[in-house]
């Protein structure tokens, strides 16, 4: 890894973000929709769904980026909902121009597999995993800050009512893909037949989008790859009692708040079965 990607990494961790952050959220319209998430927590593959289903196209990474971009990249964002609206990424936490978004989240102990793969790929993380996980759950290892705070902002915004936000499981998705795309585009308020959303997910299947990355590679291809397993509950036979215990400890409140089921819950549901 070169010198200066290190230096920009660490960087983008400190306060000097702000003033760009500022620039990046300026020209919304308040028909602008955004899609939300922590990074790793497959916002991507909805995103590629999202665009067939409004653009009428089946894309590539390029294609996507560039009709539905990231914050600081939408001005030539193509309109694809009513009123001129934009569908916008962001990984930011909850911020007051986010007045629309699908909020896509993922179980923190699957998040820092895929973290830790993809930062070990671009050469920003080590192999000692418990000094990942520690910076993973203390601090954040990216500069959107810790999945328990970043999970807390968007909750909060949604159940105060500042903002009109879809909370949307990566796993619920995974289970009943259709079902959460019918919900979602309800909530964006466009139209689309069963037929359309079943076309859309197939043509992004994990083999299709695999073979997408291999014509457009991402940063982390070339020792690795963008597009991960996209794995449910995989961290089961990864992470130790330990381990478990520390993510309980720091994302515990967040978990519960989503209705993600905790190893101490399970445990003593279990006593109490046997009691």
Known sequence: MSALRQFRHTLSKTSIRKPLLWMRHRGFHPSDAFVGSYPRSGSTWLRFILVELLAGQDSGFSDVNRISPDVGDHAGARTLLAGGGRLIKTHEIYREAYRKAIYLVRD?????????????????????????????????????????????????AAESGKADILVVRFEDMRQDTQSALGEMMEFLKVPVSASAIRAAVQHNSLDRMKAKEKVNPQKASAKGRFIGSGSVQGWRDKLTDTQLGNIERHAGDAMRRLGYHLVSQEEQETSAVHA
């Open 108 to 156: 923190p102990r699957d998040v820092i597999f895929s973290e830790y793969a993809y930062y070990k790929a671009l050469g920003f993380a080590g192999d000692d995993f418990d000094e990942f996980l520690d910076e993973f759950l203390r601090k954040g290892v990216n500069p959107f800050g810790t999945w328990s705070h970043h999970a807390h902002s968007w909750l909060d």
